[in-house]
């Protein structure tokens, strides 16, 4: 399985800290992404980033990737109540016309005002 | 306005009956998911469908079933041959030809009494 891993699996910061959020994976991928899921919800997309890039900016969403240590970051800095959610990441593959996405366990961040 | 729509949001169901899960889209399309979550976990891949009339299975098939008639709908049905059906289910879809973010539904809970 190319399941992504995230890291840590819980993490709690006071408003206004930085939170970062690893994600490792184990095969070749086309792009990798994150996605936010608040309680009891559906998921978000928030960011993507393909393989032949390094470093993606969105707002307060700062993503990086290393293919050679299958390993990504996502960044959200100065960190609001509201970004209470987790946080999964998914590695896509493509194999010949399928187009899959293989989520994560996720990360759930508490914000504490 | 676009966007997906899962129904029912809650379902109880008891052992030996098979259910099905409704999930429609007016986005117009071309590929539709179905992914498992369990409590704590990340989401798990059943099946997917790239056009009508066409799917392949996931990574956790076993148990459930599906048909994509039209381009909108993409329902799933979970048998009595799933062993443990109770979780959390999430629709998605996304359009072909891009390599890009999946839109998710609200999800339906489904519990087995």
């Known amino acids: 399985s190319q399941q992504g891993e995230e890291d840590p699996q819980a993490l709690s910061i006071q408003e206004g800290e930085n939170a970062t959020m690893n994600c490792s994976y184990k095969?070749?991928?086309?792009?990798l992404q994150w996605y936010r899921q608040n309680s009891g919800r559906g998921l978000v997309h928030l960011i993507l980033?393909?393989?032949?890039?390094r470093e993606k900016h969105s707002g307060r969403l700062r993503v990086t990737l290393d293919t050679s240590k299958k390993s990504s970051s996502l960044l959200i800095t100065a960190s609001r109540a509201a970004d209470t959610a987790s946080y999964f990441c998914?590695?896509?593959?493509?194999?010949?016309?399928?187009?899959?996405?293989?989520f994560g366990k996720g990360t759930l961040l508490t914000v504490n005002p | 306005d676009g966007g997906i729509t899962q129904s029912p949001k809650y379902l109880f169901r008891k052992e030996g009956q098979n259910v099905t899960l409704s999930c429609e889209q007016n986005?117009?399309?071309?590929?539709m998911y179905w992914y498992r979550q369990d409590p704590g976990q990340g989401l798990r891949l059943i099946y997917y469908?790239?056009?009508?009339?066409?799917?392949q299975k996931g990574d956790i098939a076993e148990g459930y079933s599906v048909s994509r008639e039209k381009k909108e709908s993409f329902p799933l049905t979970v048998t009595s041959a799933q062993k443990n059906p109770t979780a959390f289910y999430l629709c998605?879809?996304?359009?072909?030809?891009?390599?890009?973010?999946?839109?998710f539904g609200e999800g339906s809970r489904l519990t087995v009494l």
């Open positions: 095969t070749s991928i086309n792009n």
């Open positions: 998605a879809s996304r359009p072909t030809g891009i390599t890009g973010e999946l839109f």
């Open positions: 980033i393909r393989s032949n890039e």
């Open positions: 998914a590695t896509a593959f493509i194999g010949g016309s399928n187009y899959k996405l293989t």
């Open positions: 986005l117009n399309h071309d590929a």
């Open positions: 469908s790239q056009i009508v009339n066409d799917f």
